[in-house]
């Protein structure tokens, strides 16, 4: 098995090496928080902390909200206010406090009561545990007054409902007025158990058996399943099923029997029902995202079967080379079904191995009266062999750079009646994505900041009833509306934004909703065509005029409708601007220096799918008033010669507007829409002559001169050469140091009956010098 896993790494690594990953484009337009167009209700007060556990009534009017140290009624009733209808304080005493302390933990931070499980047991109360300063408590609530009512059984013994330590994942669900959770039971977190409380008609509770191994599982959500009485835990965990060298986590899903009472004599009050599949998120050729971080469950469309409940879940992967940062993949209840009826592995020897022959009880429910064998069949076998694969056998949703953390999803109806699904997903960094898929792809249509900081602990809760989402953080509960279509203030922006949600109405001329529009709605889900615009008048920008003096530099600016258009800007006097005046700044705006050829009518075009549509229009004209303040000019003087051009510039020392110019690229047209009226520069007479330009309005020297346009020329070139005689002469002088540094070394200077008074050559003490040859006489 070791050398099969191995085996299968290396394609998976390989695959991923060579496949491309899925592309998702940016979400379409961008809600900064508290953004006047997209407002949310919060709900905040300084000394409520941690509002992440949610419940919302039958009636949808009552937020139940789990909290530190406290348990609040809200009153959503109205759709754009949150407030406080009653606060139960449900503090530890200081004696288990400082027992909290004792054993280590921090006071504010760890030992607090934090109210982890929340859930109905009747129409008149609800049941509620929290961490308790590491020691679980649980209570009954009244619904309407949130005091605490008489329990029928031993208090304040929260153990087994929810976690010690209030940083671990937990999930419970209540079903006919039985509570039914997952965590762990023990102060270190390190024992987990799937239990069964507040049993009916007297059955026993029932938890997990101790042989049923889960490795340090996380769990993350539950669901029931009425119709065949299960319930479904979701969870991570490391999978010993894999031989690997390292520790190899697995997304699994669990299932038990809702009426399960555990066995006579072989798991009295345990379950017989426990079993255990993988969820297999994976896109084709690649790692898998194994890691499991929440599940939504969608109720099917009326007039399907249970068999069609589709289960939402946010996936991370445990590897960084992973093709994004995490991924949603749908997988439908009949397909989890159809695993735990199939084969079983058989756990032995402390490894997992495919059972010889099939044992149909595995699975299955009602076996209180099982025999022993069968009973020790299900102790031994409750992994399923097959793994649980998604709709369609890959993400419906693979997202490179956004780290998910919690998901909500609803099914509508677009105006055409086509059936599409929604999802709300939560990121680590505070926005809130709301996506629609497609057939082919997936659009996200917004993102909507939520919250400021990254929160360690937070919820989602949707009510598909009201349309909104409620979001719970450190900071409080915000209310966010599932669609905000006044949003879109024409026909082809709500075409565009592709919401199944929203749609123009041609009667009224605005963008609503489309269960409000009697007939007709304008929209296309799946392109974005805005042919479907056709009769319906789109309002055209109102013109700014913008006066400017000669060779001021001019800021012209425009906002793109959306993140997926792209700006371009048009000049009445041509089709294309000549980037040597014309420059796009990071921003997109277009900067530019005022002269006559650059005075006239200017649209910045917003392009999106094809359409276009104009943005803004601008005038740009002459100005020759006076101002109090001069904006930032260039007084450029040329001296040409055959071989060089030189130009230099003068910027007067008002630095304040020294961000209008962009230094080192090409000139560009910018305007600013704020730009008054000028004055001109009284100082200028006093400059001299050759310092100046001539101001071609009021001389007549070089007619010739008016139609140049006045450029500052760019010194890169020259920069570049200077740059590189500076480094040769450094060169130069350092290598002739050295050679006068050498020279020391071989001459010294001599005395002065040499000819001329110089130096003296020495004589090499390892040269021998040549016999003298006496001269003949």
């Given at each position: 098995m070791a050398y099969g896993s191995l085996a299968w790494s290396l394609s998976a690594l390989l695959g991923l090496l060579l496949t491309?990953?899925?592309?998702?484009?940016?979400?379409?337009?961008?809600?900064?928080?508290?953004?006047?167009?997209?407002?949310?209700?919060?709900?905040?007060?300084?000394?409520?902390?941690?509002?992440?556990?949610?419940?919302?009534?039958?009636?949808?009017?009552?937020?139940?909200?789990?909290?530190?140290?406290?348990?609040?009624?809200?009153?959503?009733?109205?759709?754009?206010?949150?407030?406080?209808?009653?606060?139960?304080?449900?503090?530890?005493?200081?004696?288990?406090?400082?027992?909290?302390?004792?054993?280590?933990?921090?006071?504010t931070t760890d030992c607090p009561n934090f109210v982890r499980v929340l859930q109905p047991i009747n129409a008149t109360h609800l049941y509620a545990c929290g961490t308790f300063a590491y020691n679980p408590h649980d209570t009954y609530m009244d619904t309407d007054t949130l005091t605490m009512a008489k329990v029928p059984r031993k208090y304040n013994n929260g153990k087994g409902c929810c976690p010690f330590n209030p940083y671990q994942r937990n999930t419970a669900i209540s079903v006919d007025g039985e509570l039914f959770t997952a965590t762990t039971n023990d102060f270190l977190g390190k024992t987990p158990m799937v239990s069964r409380h507040l049993s009916k008609d007297g059955r026993p509770d029932v938890s997990q058996d101790t042989s049923v191994t889960l490795n340090e599982p996380t769990f993350v959500s539950s669901a029931s399943d009425t119709s065949e009485g299960k319930v479904y835990f979701f969870f991570s965990e490391i999978g010993n099923e894999y031989s690997f060298l390292d520790e190899f986590k697995v997304a699994r899903v669990a299932q038990v029997c809702k009426d399960d009472i555990g066995g006579e004599r072989i798991l009295q009050k345990r379950w017989t029902s426990f079993a255990k599949a993988e969820l297999l998120c994976r896109p084709p050729k690649e790692l898998p995202f194994n890691i499991i971080q929440d599940v939504f469950t969608l109720a099917p469309s009326e007039g399907y079967s249970t068999q069609d409940i589709i289960f939402y879940g946010i996936f991370t992967s445990q590897w960084s080379v992973a093709s994004g940062q995490?991924?949603?993949?749908?997988?439908?209840?009949?397909?989890?079904?159809?695993?735990?009826?199939?084969?079983?592995?058989?756990?032995?020897?402390?490894?997992?191995?495919?059972?010889?022959?099939?044992t149909s009880n595995l699975g299955k429910c009602g076996l209180a009266n099982a025999s022993d064998t069968t009973l020790m069949a299900v102790k031994e076998s409750f992994l399923a062999s097959g793994s649980v694969r998604p709709i369609g056998n890959a993400p419906v949703l693979n997202s490179p750079d956004q780290r998910y953390s919690r998901i909500a999803a609803l099914r509508t109806k677009a105006a055409n009646g086509q059936d599409y699904t929604i999802l709300f997903l939560l990121s680590e960094s505070g926005?809130?994505?709301?996506?629609?898929?497609?057939?082919?792809?997936?659009?996200?249509?917004?993102?909507?900041?939520?919250?400021?900081?990254?929160?360690?602990?937070?919820?989602?809760?949707?009510?598909?009833?009201?349309?909104?989402?409620?979001?719970?953080?450190?900071?409080?509960?915000?209310?966010?509306?599932?669609?905000?279509?006044?949003?879109?203030?024409?026909?082809?922006?709500?075409v565009l934004a592709r919401d199944p949600l929203c749609g123009w109405d041609p009667a009224r001329g605005h963008c609503a909703s489309v269960s409000a529009i009697p007939a007709n709605a304008r929209q296309d889900v799946e392109h974005g065509n805005v042919m479907e615009c056709q009769g319906s008048l789109t309002a055209k920008p109102l013109l700014v005029e913008v006066h400017a003096q000669l060779n001021e530099v001019v800021r012209l600016k425009c906002s793109r409708s959306s993140n997926l258009a792209t700006l371009s800007w048009k000049s009445a006097k041509a089709?294309?601007?000549?980037?040597?005046?014309?420059?796009?700044?990071?921003?997109?705006?277009?900067?530019?220096?005022?002269?006559?050829?650059?005075?006239?009518?200017?649209?910045?075009?917003?392009?999106?799918?094809?359409?276009?549509?104009?943005?803004?229009?601008?005038?740009?004209?002459?100005?020759?008033?006076?101002?109090?303040?001069?904006?930032?000019?260039?007084?450029?003087?040329?001296?040409?010669?055959?071989?060089?051009?030189?130009?230099?510039?003068?910027?007067?020392?008002?630095?304040?507007?020294?961000?209008?110019?962009?230094?080192?690229?090409?000139?560009?047209?910018?305007?600013?829409?704020?730009?008054?009226?000028?004055?001109?520069?009284?100082?200028?007479?006093?400059?001299?002559?050759?310092?100046?330009?001539?101001?071609?309005?009021?001389?007549?020297?070089?007619?010739?001169?008016?139609?140049?346009?006045?450029?500052?020329?760019?010194?890169?070139?020259?920069?570049?050469?200077?740059?590189?005689?500076?480094?040769?002469?450094?060169?130069?002088?350092?290598?002739?140091?050295?050679?006068?540094?050498?020279?020391?070394?071989?001459?010294?200077?001599?005395?002065?009956?040499?000819?001329?008074?110089?130096?003296?050559?020495?004589?090499?003490?390892?040269?021998?010098?040549p016999p003298s040859i006496k001269k003949a006489e």
């Open positions: 491309p990953s899925l592309g998702l484009e940016p979400p379409r337009i961008s809600f900064p928080l508290e953004s006047p167009e997209r407002p949310l209700p919060l709900f905040s007060q300084p000394d409520i902390k941690n509002t992440t556990t949610l419940l919302l009534s039958d009636d949808g009017s009552t937020l139940f909200v789990g909290a530190q140290d406290a348990v609040l009624s809200l009153d959503v009733s109205q759709p754009d206010v949150i407030t406080m209808k009653t606060k139960m304080e449900w503090k530890p005493p200081p004696d288990v406090l400082h027992e909290c302390t004792t054993k280590g933990k921090k006071e995490s991924a949603v993949c749908a997988f439908r209840l009949g397909d989890i079904k159809d695993v735990f009826a199939g084969n079983y592995k058989i756990f032995q020897n402390h490894q997992w191995s495919p059972r010889m022959y099939k926005f809130l994505h709301k996506a629609v898929l497609l057939n082919k792809d997936t659009h996200i249509i917004e993102e909507i900041q939520v919250f400021r900081q990254p929160q360690l602990v937070k919820n989602i809760l949707l009510s598909t009833s009201k349309g909104v989402l409620y979001v719970g953080t450190s900071e409080g509960v915000t209310q966010v509306p599932v669609s905000q279509c006044s949003s879109y203030k024409s026909c082809a922006q709500c089709s294309a601007l000549p980037h040597h005046l014309f420059f796009h700044s990071g921003d997109e705006n277009l900067v530019f220096m005022a002269t006559p050829d650059t005075f006239g009518i200017y649209h910045c075009i917003s392009v999106e799918r094809g359409y276009e549509e104009t943005a803004a229009i601008y005038t740009v004209s002459f100005s020759p008033q006076a101002i109090d303040t001069p904006a930032v000019q260039f007084r450029i003087t040329t001296t040409e010669t055959k071989d060089q051009m030189t130009t230099m510039m003068e910027i007067p020392s008002d630095t304040d507007q020294l961000d209008h110019i962009n230094f080192g690229e090409d000139p560009v047209i910018t305007t600013d829409v704020t730009t008054t009226d000028k004055t001109p520069n009284t100082n200028s007479s006093t400059e001299k002559p050759e310092d100046m330009t001539p101001d071609p309005l009021s001389s007549s020297e070089k007619p010739e001169d008016h139609n140049e346009p006045l450029t500052a020329k760019n010194y890169h070139s020259e920069l570049v050469a200077v740059s590189f005689l500076l480094a040769v002469c450094v060169c130069v002088l350092v290598l002739g140091g050295l050679y006068g540094c050498h020279l020391q070394g071989r001459y010294k200077l001599g005395p002065s009956d040499t000819a001329e008074g110089g130096y003296k050559e020495e004589n090499d003490p390892l040269e021998v010098s």
